[in-house]
């Protein structure tokens, strides 16, 4: 996100195969190896690639000589790793004083579960957001997005990254963030958490009001798919039952699922298809949009006139590489997400160990000694693509 909007982001990968996530499909014949796979490409256009091995005392070296000309470190390893590698945050700021050092963590750098092993399901079902969704007699179910990863945890990150920026023009000093995915995620649940502490009782699986516990909003099933309801507010319910032709409704918006009300509903819904239902929201303003699969989404009027499907040129590859566009849209400096392409593993090694001030012999010694590496063919692996 931030490469979209210009920042310089240098990807630091090990001397091997590099970022696991570079070798799962699908692939976009043409381009180079490492640089081929759409789930890489997606997370990483616009930036730089470096290999270092960070268990070499040069390789350590190097990341120290980067840090003093560095504005930001990202990190995400397990707390404490690079502080045993002798390139943590107490060695990074002796360098650089001026350093934002952020880490990006399952369950934060302090407190019982530090050293746990977690993904994004893991997160979601501590916090107590996987227990809240879903039917009331069914189990939890799994979004489908990656509400820690990126929500609680990458967002938050630039979120935290930009704030310890903004702090430094003042102090000029940097500072640690600490960006816990199980936090960062626990947070989307400011409201039901409010509740639960004020009344001492939380909401079940399904029962909380936005989350499947209202009539009024919520996802009913149509004649040829889904569709949402979300007539919260007294005028969109007044729409939609006036639409209907259903007044007597009017006064049951919050009624529970399973309630007469709920039922009654449901056989409406029932009743139309998916596009009926369109047309009767375009003539009835009552918060009522289908449920599309994703390949509807992309395809959809909204996504282009929002621009939030972008092409990128990916050397080697004939057509242009399609992905999601820049959600922020900022009028006088916008993001660009074609600003760049995805860099093949290592294609930018020598040329960044230049800029920081190494000599030509030193980069020589540093690729000799197995430091640093270019770009090379590397054993794909990836459970991804298994």
Request: hydrophobic share 40%; with cysteine.
């Amino acid at each position: 996100l931030l490469a979209d909007f210009g920042a310089e982001v240098i990807k630091v990968e090990d001397t091997g195969s590099g970022d696991y996530i570079r070798w799962s499909p699908p692939y976009y014949e043409g381009a180079e190896r490492s640089a081929r796979g759409a789930l890489f490409l997606a997370l990483n256009r616009g930036k730089r690639s470096i290999r270092i091995d960070l268990k070499s005392p040069q390789g350590k070296e190097v990341l120290i000589t980067l840090a003093r000309h560095a504005d930001v470190l990202l990190e995400s390893f397990r707390p404490g790793v690079l502080d045993r590698l002798g390139v943590g945050y107490e060695r990074l700021t002796q360098a650089n004083p001026r350093l934002v050092y952020c880490a990006i963590t399952g369950y934060g750098q302090d407190g019982p579960a530090r050293d746990r092993s977690g993904h994004d399901m893991n997160y979601l079902a501590l916090n107590g957001l996987l227990g809240l969704t879903g039917d009331p007699q069914g189990p939890p179910i799994q979004p489908a997005g990656q509400i820690a990863d990126l929500g609680g945890g990458a967002l938050m990150a630039a979120l935290g990254i930009m704030i310890a920026l903004r702090e430094r023009e003042r102090s000029k000093r940097g500072q640690f963030v600490d960006c816990s995915m199980f936090d960062g995620s626990l947070s989307w649940l400011a409201m039901i958490a409010a509740q639960t502490l004020a009344t001492g009782q939380a909401p079940g699986r399904g029962r909380y009001a936005l989350a499947g516990g209202l009539t009024c909003y919520r996802p009913y099933a149509c004649a040829d798919g889904y569709v949402t309801l979300g007539a919260l507010e007294a005028k969109f319910w007044s729409a939609f039952c006036r639409g209907v032709g259903r007044e007597d409704l009017l006064e049951h918006a919050f009624d529970p699922p399973g309630s007469d009300a709920h039922r009654q509903v449901e056989e409406i819904f029932r009743g139309r298809t998916r596009e009926q239902w369109q047309a009767f929201a375009t003539e009835h303003d009552c918060c009522l949009e289908p449920v599309l699969s994703v390949d509807e989404a992309l395809d959809s009027e909204l996504v282009r006139a929002r621009e939030m499907v972008a092409g990128l040129q990916q050397p080697g590859v004939e057509q242009r590489v399609r992905l999601l566009g820049v959600p922020i849209k900022l009028s006088r400096t916008p993001g660009d997400p074609a600003r760049a392409p995805g860099p093949a593993l290592g294609q930018d090694t020598s040329a960044v160990l230049a800029e920081a001030g190494f000599s030509d012999e030193q980069i020589a010694a540093l690729h000799s000694a197995g430091a640093v590496a270019g770009p090379a063919e590397t054993t794909e692996g990836s459970f991804l693509s298994a």
